[in-house]
């Protein structure tokens, strides 16, 4: 891999930096785009990061955001998602598709499933009860995973099929003049509690107690399944002795950490 030394009167472009190339899954799942708004933030620097939708766990500033959307959608919207399916196949009696899905429906015989959405064999994508919110706040994964199907399905006219147990219009509501307070309230909301750019949240779960653990990052636990779920919060905000969260990572070494990504 080629060195890039950076120049202070330079400006760096990261493109299309929502897509998982960017991972780098031995620093878990720290990303080159993550690593570079940490940088702009904390040492300076001038990226700048071209994207269909912003990741809002990194992006803080404001944000404006400017789209006009006409997606080609076949809607089938009923009181379950059984009642979609039979709506659909009134209207398609004869019809078998290999789709790509962002939730298969198990044990129906008019779709089989494809991996991936890039598949060259696919004949339709089918969106299940699709959503760009979390506990009635917009969720930028969401929309980024969205925007990144319906973009792929138009630019190689792919079709697209809609099941949804409420009323529902994917355009209208992309094209919404509220977005931006959308945006704002999901940028308000994880700077108070994470996860963002400065306050990272990993999460494990314990089969017993934790005994003998440094507390001082730790929230919890709470009851899930049998186990005990634990969260630490790390604030780059506050001042903290580094050692203690050395410390407490080799006390944890154990265990499965997971970075929370979500509100």
Same mark, same amino acid.
């Given at each position: 891999?080629?060195k890039i030394n950076l120049e202070e009167d330079t400006n760096y472009y #990261?493109?299309? /930096?929502?897509?998982?190339?960017?991972?780098? &899954?031995? *620093?878990?799942?720290? =990303?080159? %785009?993550?690593?570079?708004?940490?940088?702009?933030?904390? #040492?300076?620097? /001038?990226?700048?990061?071209?994207?269909?939708? &912003?990741? *809002?766990?990194?992006? =803080?500033? %404001?944000?404006?955001?400017?789209?006009?959307?006409?997606?080609?959608?076949?809607?089938?919207?009923?009181?379950?998602?059984?009642?979609?399916?039979n709506l659909y196949s009134h209207k398609h009696k004869n019809e078998h598709?290999?789709?790509?899905?962002?939730?298969?429906?198990?044990?129906?015989?008019?779709?089989?499933?494809?991996?991936?959405?890039?598949?060259?064999?696919?004949?339709?994508?089918?969106?299940?009860?699709?959503?760009?919110?979390?506990?009635?706040?917009?969720?930028?994964?969401?929309?980024?995973?969205?925007?990144?199907?319906?973009?792929?399905?138009?630019?190689?006219?792919?079709?697209?099929i809609v099941f949804s147990t409420n009323d529902l219009d994917i355009n209208?509501?992309?094209?919404?003049?509220?977005?931006?307070?959308?945006?704002?309230?999901?940028?308000?909301?994880?700077?108070?509690?994470?996860?963002?750019?400065?306050?990272?949240?990993?999460?494990?779960?314990?089969?017993?107690?934790?005994?003998?653990?440094?507390?001082?990052?730790?929230?919890?636990?709470?009851?899930?399944?049998?186990?005990?779920?634990?969260?630490?919060?790390?604030?780059?905000?506050?001042?903290?002795?580094?050692?203690?969260?050395?410390?407490?990572?080799?006390?944890?070494?154990?265990?499965?950490?997971?970075?929370?990504?979500?509100?």
């Amino acid at each position: 891999m080629k060195k890039i030394n950076l120049e202070e009167d330079t400006n760096y472009y #990261f493109y299309d /930096s929502n897509h998982p190339a960017w991972k780098m &899954p031995k *620093l878990n799942n720290l =990303n080159m %785009t993550e690593a570079a708004y940490l940088k702009q933030s904390i #040492f300076g620097g /001038s990226f700048r990061f071209i994207n269909e939708f &912003p990741n *809002l766990e990194f992006h =803080n500033s %404001t944000y404006s955001y400017h789209a006009e959307h006409d997606y080609e959608l076949e809607y089938f919207i009923d009181n379950s998602i059984k009642d979609c399916i039979n709506l659909y196949s009134h209207k398609h009696k004869n019809e078998h598709l290999n789709v790509y899905s962002n939730s298969p429906i198990e044990d129906i015989k008019y779709f089989s499933y494809a991996d991936k959405v890039t598949d060259s064999n696919l004949d339709a994508i089918l969106l299940v009860n699709p959503t760009i919110v979390t506990n009635n706040i917009l969720n930028s994964y969401k929309v980024i995973y969205l925007l990144s199907i319906l973009n792929h399905a138009k630019n190689n006219n792919i079709r697209t099929i809609v099941f949804s147990t409420n009323d529902l219009d994917i355009n209208k509501v992309l094209n919404s003049k509220s977005i931006d307070k959308w945006i704002k309230k999901e940028q308000d909301t994880r700077l108070k509690y994470g996860p963002s750019l400065l306050n990272k949240i990993f999460t494990f779960k314990s089969k017993e107690l934790l005994k003998d653990i440094n507390d001082k990052f730790l929230r919890g636990p709470i009851q899930v399944e049998g186990e005990y779920l634990y969260e630490i919060n790390i604030d780059f905000n506050k001042s903290y002795d580094y050692l203690e969260i050395m410390e407490m990572y080799q006390d944890l070494r154990n265990y499965d950490l997971n970075r929370a990504r979500f509100i």
